[in-house]
């Protein structure tokens, strides 16, 4: 009995002196106040919705830059300001055109649609069928096929991969292999389980793109077929097609990335970063961001991801107060809702040396249902899951892990562009157990605006997702993906083990 007696008031005490360790940090003093205003400035009614390739989107950079100048965090690698330039590319076909397959006549939209290339008029033009029109270290379609002039019909998708994102994404780069061989146009046979009207949905509208770093398709048609004519495109028996299509219009739009760094105190830690990251754009206003009301046509997102700005411009707040052992890397990225392309980009174009960031912590996601919790997707996939539980417990949540693997979030989100590098990089999200009615009712909805948040919630998200950062960035030794993780490899060939 007095053994038990002994243990409770060794807890006690123990308990007692880390809450107290706890007080005293900045993010345990984080005003609700100051986190409602930041909320209320990105996600109002004025910044119409914060898209990509929008002045508004660029208004929301710069809060964010002049959030990180009023902090004192440096600019990484001696830039000039915090704004990472992105060029994009707008992408806007008029929709005119068609494709003839002997006697039968292809619609645009309804049976086509073109992604790139010049007007262009082909009256029985010879083809050629190349596979997947795929080029790398192992594989060469064009191999001994003469192509020059002729339109080129290709497979969709690339070899060796079910990855229909994968696949979507390969589509560019086998127009620029086609063009590089001297095709006269280029023509994949759609196949994808996505039905079609979805595709030309999204794929065969304005559209912005990260623009082309010396791509060689600006002038030839890249055209996709819908699937339900794949039986027309015999191989056997088509070979010339006549094709009258109008041209794919291109402008380039500049939108920026924000990044600010601040030094560790550790004088070796310090050469290693841990970085913080969210999205800060949204979806915009009208029928191009989603349903509309007859009252509200403009999506404020606040939820989705003023929530997760938030977070990181807390982060600056409570770390330039009190710095961690090892550097911290801040970045707000642009273009996570037309594709993951901020972060994409920046995966590419880093400012500061992968090799030295150890570990992100990304901050997105869909709302919540459950106040007691954050939900952190790829929880279990780092050995940093002790910190972020032990963070989120300090201020009253607990931390779990993704409710809704069929949804596969973790490639989903900005986080899987640094994953994909080999950094641990899981997303630290609003609680959620299930994509519920909760979720959908505000998830890209008009009704996701700054009235609707729960402000006592997001401080108490703001001081975990800082404190676990903060657990994190001071630990003796750098995280690493649990043994077999996906992304363990790339690991592996990133830190040189």
């Known amino acids: ?60 950079a710069r809060y964010v830059a002049e959030n990180f100048r009023l902090q004192g965090l440096k600019t990484p690698n001696g830039q000039k300001d915090y704004l990472q330039p992105v060029p994009f590319e707008m992408v806007k076909p008029t929709k005119k055109g068609e494709v003839l397959v002997g006697t039968d006549s292809l619609k645009w939209t309804k049976d086509f649609i073109m992604l790139s290339g010049k007007a262009t008029k082909l009256e029985n033009v010879p083809v050629v069928f190349v596979g997947y029109g795929w080029v790398d270290d192992k594989q060469d379609d064009y191999k001994g096929i003469d192509v020059k002039g002729k339109i080129v019909i290709a497979q969709f998708g690339i070899p060796n991969s079910d990855d229909p994102n994968e696949n979507l994404r390969g589509s560019s780069k086998k127009v ?42 600006a002038d030839i048609p890249h055209i996709w077929v819908s699937n339900t004519h794949l039986k027309k495109f015999d191989r056997e028996s088509l070979k010339t097609l006549s094709l009258n299509v109008s041209e794919v219009s291109k402008k380039t739009v500049m939108s920026y990335n924000v990044l600010g760094v601040l030094e560790g105190s550790d004088p070796v830690l310090k050469n290693e970063y841990v970085v913080l990251t969210a999205h800060f754009d949204h979806v915009g206003t009208g029928r191009k961001g989603g349903r509309v009301t007859e009252s ?98 300090a201020f009253g949540l607990t931390a779990i892990t993704d409710p809704a693997p069929e949804q596969n979030l973790f490639d989903r989100s900005d986080n899987v562009n640094l994953a994909a590098k080999g950094i641990p990089s899981p997303d630290f999200a609003p609680g959620f157990t299930a994509f519920d009615a909760e979720i959908n009712k505000f998830y890209h909805q008009v009704s996701d605006s700054p009235e609707s948040v729960n402000y006592n919630y997001l401080l108490k998200f703001c001081q975990a997702y800082v404190y676990a950062a903060r657990l994190i960035a001071d630990r003796p030794t750098a995280p690493k993906w649990k043994a077999g993780d996906k992304y363990e490899k790339a690991f592996n060939e990133l830190y040189g083990k």
């Open 176 to 217: 620029d292999f086609a063009a590089k061989n001297g095709a006269a146009a280029f023509i994949q046979l759609y196949n994808l389980k996505y039905p079609w009207a979805a595709i030309t949905n999204y794929m065969g509208g304005e559209k912005l793109n990260l623009a082309p770093e010396n791509a060689q398709n």
């Open 296 to 393: 509200d046509t403009i999506f404020n997102g606040a939820r989705d991801n003023a929530f997760g700005t938030t977070a990181i411009l807390s982060a600056v707040k409570a770390f330039t107060q009190k710095p961690t052992k090892r550097s911290i890397l801040f970045i707000a990225y642009t273009g996570e809702e037309i594709g993951l392309l901020g972060s994409k980009y920046y995966a590419e174009h880093p400012l500061v040396p992968l090799k030295q960031c150890v570990y992100s912590l990304d901050c997105d996601g869909a709302g919540y249902n459950d106040t007691t919790k954050v939900t952190v997707i790829g929880l279990d996939r780092t050995d940093a899951q002790p910190q972020i539980e032990a963070g989120a417990k």
């Open 1 to 60: 009995m007095k053994i038990k007696h002994l243990l409770l008031i060794l807890t006690i005490i123990v308990f007692g002196a880390n809450a107290q360790k706890i007080n005293k940090l900045p993010e345990y003093k984080l005003s609700k106040k100051e986190i409602e205003s930041h909320i209320r400035f990105i996600a109002s009614d004025e910044m119409l919705g914060r898209r990509t390739g929008e002045i508004t989107n660029n208004v929301a």
